[in-house]
Every structure is written in C-alpha cells, then in structure tokens.
C-alpha cells in the first residue's frame, strides 16, 4: 500500500468533494496544493470552499465529520509564496500526518506542486533583487517575456507555459530567479521522493466549460468583487493582487477601472478555461515524465468513486 493518495485535476472537477468523501472513509488528512489557497482571506476568489471538508454521511450514517486540511489560510495576501516554501511546508505536515498513523491525501490543481513533492524536486531559495528589479521597471511584458526565454535557453531551463509571464511581477520574479540560477550555482536542498497512488478526475470538456461559467457567475453573486475591494481597502497594493492572476487580476481590474464589469466576466471566463486547458496540458505532460494517473470519470456516483480509489489503493 502506497503511503499517499494524490487527487488532482483541473478546476472545477470535483477533485476537493471527492477527497473529503475518501478522507472521510479511510480518517485521512488533506494537504492542499493549491498555490494561491494559501493566503488568508482570499476565499472565494480561490474556491477554498471550506464547507466541502464537513463531511455528513459516512458509510451510510448521518454523522458529520470534520476533515482536517492542512496548507491552507498559512500566509497573509501580499506576499509572494512560491514553491520552495510549498515544498518544505508540505513535507512538514506530511511527516506530521504519517507519524500519527494518518493517511495524507495530497488534493489540487497546482501541477507544478503536485509534481514538485511527489519527484522530490531539488531546490534553493532564490531572494529578492532589488537592483535588477529597477531596471526591469517600465519594461512592457513582451520585452520581459523575450528576456526571460533567452535566460531560460542558458540556465537549461523551459518554459512549462504561460503562468510565468501572465502578468509583469510575474515575468520580473521569473526573471530573478533565472538571473541567480545563472550567477550563484549552489549545492540544492534535497527532500525525498514520496510514493503515492496518483487519481486524476477526468471531465468532459464541455461540462467542465459550464461548470466553469456557473461557477463564475455563483462566485460574483457570493461577493467575490467586495471580497477584492475588502483587500485593497487594506492597503493590499492592487498590483500585488493582480500577480495573483485570475479572478484577483481581472476583479481588480475592474475596481480600479481598467475594465468594465462585462469585460471583466468576459475575459476572466476565457482565462479560466485557458488555465484548466493548462493544468491538464501538465498533467499529461507528467503522464509523458513517468507519472501513473489513474483517472476517474468525474460523473461518476461518489460512492463508486471512492470505492473505485480504495480498490486502486489496496
């Protein structure tokens, strides 16, 4: 029996129900990868969805169970997690869960998480640059965009997709950590590879397209536009929340006036479907590097698909 389950996919499948309802089964815990669950307050801009970790019928009774969930609400929005702290962060609590005899089950849509802890990515801190930062100022995203390729082609490393260069903070960090890659070759931190069942939750495109825009539109009328303006109000840059991406950066876009609200719905839903279109583009590509996914139709009753994981499992 394998020490992890791993539930990915790519938003709006279903992954988070369908883990809560395994936890619930087995008394595992879930650790998120999601990279922007992480801050506080962000909520539903980020589909954290808390309600789906009470969980109220197991195995047929009327109880309700509370799921425990670890690496969510960890830091405060305006600062810049990134990878290298997920992955210590993970390995914490993922050495807490097992000491006590608990099965973690690692659930999100962040491939680059997901693949970073289950291979035991090497990686090493790379600090803010704030010299290289003022000059890259005033750069427009195309030219930071051709600058960060020619860095990539000689630190040997590849552009995976867009999410590096989506926005100018972004292109700029990216272009910072090239840049030490490149002056400061250092010896890497190491964390073991962990095994894991892997489960994907496949869905059909074209329901994963509507529910995408449903769940669009549930999220604006639940607030998610005063949850922004609540952010900025507290002093929270609105660049800083544009680096975030998706719904932050096209609902800032908006409060600020850089675009009307049916511009915003608008271009925001194609961003969403373009970002789904790229989780699985990643997790494809991590079928290619030698991943097993198991995938598992996301239609499916739940019971089935709990059972079909527990049969995979043991």
């Known amino acids: 029996m394998q020490q992890m389950i791993t539930i990915l996919g790519p938003t709006a499948s279903g992954k988070t129900p369908l883990a809560t309802a395994l936890a619930a089964r087995i008394g595992g815990e879930i650790i998120s990868a999601d990279s922007r669950q992480v801050y506080r307050r962000m909520d539903i801009g980020t589909g954290k969805d808390l309600d789906d970790y009470v969980v109220s019928e197991v195995r047929g009774t009327r109880c309700e169970v509370r799921i425990p969930y670890h690496l969510i609400d960890i830091c405060e929005p305006g600062t810049k997690y990134n990878l290298f702290q997920y992955q210590q962060d993970f390995y914490d609590a993922y050495q807490d869960i097992r000491s006590r005899g608990v099965t973690p089950i690692l659930c999100g849509g962040t491939g680059l998480y997901i693949e970073a802890v289950l291979k ?22 195309e030219e930071l965009t051709q600058m960060l390729k020619e860095l990539k082609a000689q630190t040997g490393s590849t552009m995976h997709n867009k999410t590096d260069v989506d926005s100018c903070q972004r292109a700029i960090r990216a272009i910072e950590i090239e840049t030490y890659n490149l002056k400061h070759p250092m010896p890497r931190r190491e964390l073991p590879a962990v095994s894991s069942l892997i489960i994907g939750v496949d869905i059909d495109r074209e329901l994963r397209r509507q529910k995408i825009t449903r ?29 975030y991406g998706l719904e932050y950066k096209f609902v800032t876009e908006y409060i600020i006036g850089r675009l009307s609200y049916d511009e915003m719905f608008r271009q925001l839903e194609i961003a969403i479907h373009q970002f789904a279109k790229r989780q699985m583009t990643w997790f494809r590509g991590m079928e290619r590097r030698g991943f097993r996914i198991h995938w598992i139709d996301a239609t499916l009753p739940m019971e089935e698909k709990v059972n079909k994981i527990l049969q995979l499992w043991q």
């Open 120 to 141: 035991g990515y090497h990686l090493s801190p790379v600090p803010q640059n704030p010299e290289l930062r003022a000059s890259l100022e005033g750069k427009s995203l």
């Open 215 to 243: 769940r669009l539109k549930a999220r604006l009328d639940e607030g998610m536009v005063d949850e922004v303006r609540r952010l900025l109000d507290e002093g929270i840059p609105a660049e800083d929340l544009i680096y």
